[in-house]
Nanobody
Framework: QVQLVESGGGLVQAGGSLRLSCAASGATADHYDIGWFRQAPGKDREAVSCLTTDVSIYYEDSAKGRFTISKDNDKSTVYLEMSSLKTEDTAVYYC?????????????????????WGRGTQVTVSS
């Protein structure tokens, strides 16, 4: 199993930017498909973006045009660059990984089935 640690969260004003990192270790991290998910207070966890090992990318509508997912295989790290942040982006952001068999969109839609999860990093966007 791969271990995941998120970092980069914090407090930012609306319109600002943050870069989240998801560092993978343990098993051969480069062989894992990784997604970003978030959970706001009182709401269900939802997908943000997913990236498979064949570099297929999916973004939820809320992330399109504002967030960018990328991967540095040398560092076994997946990034989520977030810009034009809105107060509704406030949430705990998690990364999750698995060796997914299916489309990248399905991976995001069925993220609850992914087997490895980090502990999350808090993102707070103030107005």
């Amino acid at each position: 199993q791969v271990q995941l640690v998120e970092s980069g969260g914090g407090l930012v004003q609306a319109g600002g930017s943050l870069r989240l990192s998801c560092a993978a270790s343990g098993a051969t991290a480069d062989h894992y498909d990784i997604g970003w998910f978030r959970q706001a207070p009182g709401k269900d966890r939802e997908a943000v973006s997913c990236l498979t090992t064949d570099v297929s990318i999916y973004y939820e509508d809320s992330a399109k045009g504002r967030f960018t997912i990328s991967k540095d295989n040398d560092k076994s790290t997946v990034y989520l660059e977030m810009s034009s942040l809105k107060t509704e982006d406030t949430a705990v952001y998690y990364c999750a990984a698995d060796q997914w068999r299916g489309s990248v969109q399905a991976m995001c839609e069925k993220g609850y089935t992914l087997r490895s999860w980090g502990r999350g990093t808090q993102v707070t966007v103030s107005s």
